[in-house]
């Protein structure tokens, strides 16, 4: 079964818009890392946020968890185009640091 | 190298051929990960290597998969005898530290006809 799952799997905003995103996972977990995919190629890293954290920004990104209902939240404040991707949360199941993605949101800006 | 490469980038074989798919991950990273992609579809781990400790292998889908990972550096995924099912882009992904950030490659895209 999947640890990771984000919502929506398909997300279509205007450019300037906020997009957010939600992944929740099922066990306890060291971190959460955040990934970027173009193309359907390789994926770029995002951010990390660990256990003990509960938000984290990094640009126009800004993450939150909460592991009391283990999910997580990605916020892309003034979407543009570039942006258009799908977007992965990565969690370790029961701390084994055996990283599971999740199915993904599908990401389009429009201009 | 400046990040992960994997070899080839592409790959066409014939159902029950033998494949080898080749990751080089970035020097000094201890960890290393594959994980294998369908059309459209969410990342599925496959294996994880980390520094000398034995290999978690718990994500191969059948014995058809193995995977090395020589002198702590390259890594080698076999898929022996492949079935069209086994179609998909396998990536690789390294990382400094246990838990850290991957960094990954740009994949090889395997097509079984």
């Known amino acids: 079964s999947q640890q990771g799952e984000e919502d929506p799997q398909a997300l279509s905003i205007q450019e300037g818009e906020n997009a957010t995103m939600n992944c929740s996972y099922k066990t306890s977990i060291n971190n959460l890392q955040w990934y970027r995919q173009n193309s359907g190629r390789g994926l770029v890293h995002l951010i990390l946020i660990r256990s003990n954290e509960r938000e984290k920004h990094s640009g126009r990104l800004r993450v939150t968890l909460d592991t009391s209902k283990k999910s997580s939240s990605l916020l892309i404040t003034a979407s543009r185009a570039a942006d258009t991707a799908s977007y992965f949360c990565a969690t370790d199941a029961s701390g084994t640091y055996k990283y599971i993605f999740g199915t993904g949101t599908r990401l389009k800006v429009l201009a | 190298g400046a990040g992960v490469s994997q070899s080839p980038s592409n790959k066409v074989t014939e159902k029950g051929k033998d494949v080898e798919l080749r990751c080089d991950p970035i020097?000094?990273?201890?960890?290393l990960y594959w994980y294998r992609q369908s059309l459209g579809q969410g990342l599925e781990f496959l294996i994880y290597f980390q520094g000398n400790s034995a290999p978690d292998k718990s994500g191969l889908p059948s014995d058809r998969f193995s995977a090395e990972r020589t002198g702590g550096s390259v890594s080698t995924l076999t898929i022996q005898r492949t079935q069209q099912e086994d179609s998909a882009v396998y990536l690789c992904?390294?990382?400094?530290?246990?838990?850290?950030?991957?960094?990954f490659g740009p994949g090889t895209r395997l097509t079984v006809l």
């Open positions: 992904a390294s990382s400094l530290l246990t838990g850290g950030m991957k960094f």
């Open positions: 020097s000094g990273h201890t960890a």
